[in-house]
């Protein structure tokens, strides 16, 4: 199984300042035959399903902030909320697609500092 | 758009089964597949299933292996999952989650709102 290792668990950061997660994986998750790393991130608000934030590591979906932005390629990423914003606070994932079982990092929780 | 409804959660002793719904909308249903992911109370995600839109592939993680049981009816726009010898730690709300297209398999992009299975004496 493909392990995701999210950090920090938790994050505080001033409102308007920058946030940034990471989240490695135990073995790429980059399909050589397209140039794809497959891997998403999803925000978690309390009592909400997850909400698609990134997907391919870098693409922003449809009405997702432009704060919010997705890097990295082959086991290390990153999520990055350029100004933090009092709605951004929620729960983080990452997610890998590349194979089952299909698995998630385990979360990093951002505040308000 | 997409809308996914799951149904079917409660509180159940353990050793017991339970079957999920989910009633889906706004795709063509049977050219999609489809997954099952939970979330204990407090704790992170964890996907549990998958099954193609012909229902003819499936696949399930280790923890559900054996005891629960993936199934669609695509007649009726429906995804299904039987679950037996329900255990304490099988608890959580389970989500209902489809990808965004036809050919995107194991993108989890559209998710409901869930329903919550408590296993309890």
């Known amino acids: 199984d493909i392990v995701m290792t999210q950090s920090p668990d938790s994050l505080a950061v001033s409102l308007g300042e920058r946030a940034t997660i990471n989240c490695k994986s135990s073995?790429?998750?980059?399909?050589?035959?397209?140039?794809?790393?497959?891997l998403t991130w999803y925000q978690q608000k309390p009592g909400q399903p997850p909400k698609l934030l990134i997907y391919?590591?870098?693409t922003r979906e449809s009405g997702v902030p432009d704060r919010f932005s997705g890097s990295g390629s082959g086991t290390e990423f990153t999520l990055t909320i350029s100004s933090l914003q009092a709605e951004d606070v929620a729960v983080y994932y990452c997610?890998?697609?590349?194979?089952?079982?299909?698995?998630f990092g385990g979360g990093t929780k951002v505040e308000i500092k | 758009e997409v809308q996914l409804v799951e149904s079917g959660g409660d509180l159940i002793e353990p050793g017991g089964s339970l079957r999920l719904s989910c009633a889906t909308s706004?795709?063509?249903?049977?050219?999609?597949?489809m997954n099952w992911v939970r979330q204990a109370p407090g704790k992170g995600l964890e996907w549990l299933s998958y099954?193609?839109?012909?229902?003819?592939?499936?696949y399930y993680a280790d923890s559900v292996k054996g005891r629960f049981t993936i199934s669609r009816d695509n007649a009726k726009s429906s995804l299904y999952f039987q679950m037996s010898f329900l255990r304490p730690e099988d608890t959580a709300v389970y989500y209902c989650?489809?990808?965004?297209?036809?050919?995107?398999?194991?993108?989890?992009?559209?998710w409901g709102q869930g329903t919550l299975v408590t296993v309890s004496p």
């Open positions: 099954i193609s839109g012909s229902g003819n592939t499936i």
């Open positions: 989650v489809s990808p965004p297209s036809s050919g995107a398999n194991f993108r989890l992009d559209y």
């Open positions: 997610q890998q697609y590349y194979t089952t079982p299909l698995t």
């Open positions: 073995q790429s998750i980059l399909y050589n035959s397209n140039n794809k790393n497959y």
């Open positions: 391919w590591a870098s």
């Open positions: 706004g795709f063509t249903f049977s050219t999609f597949s």
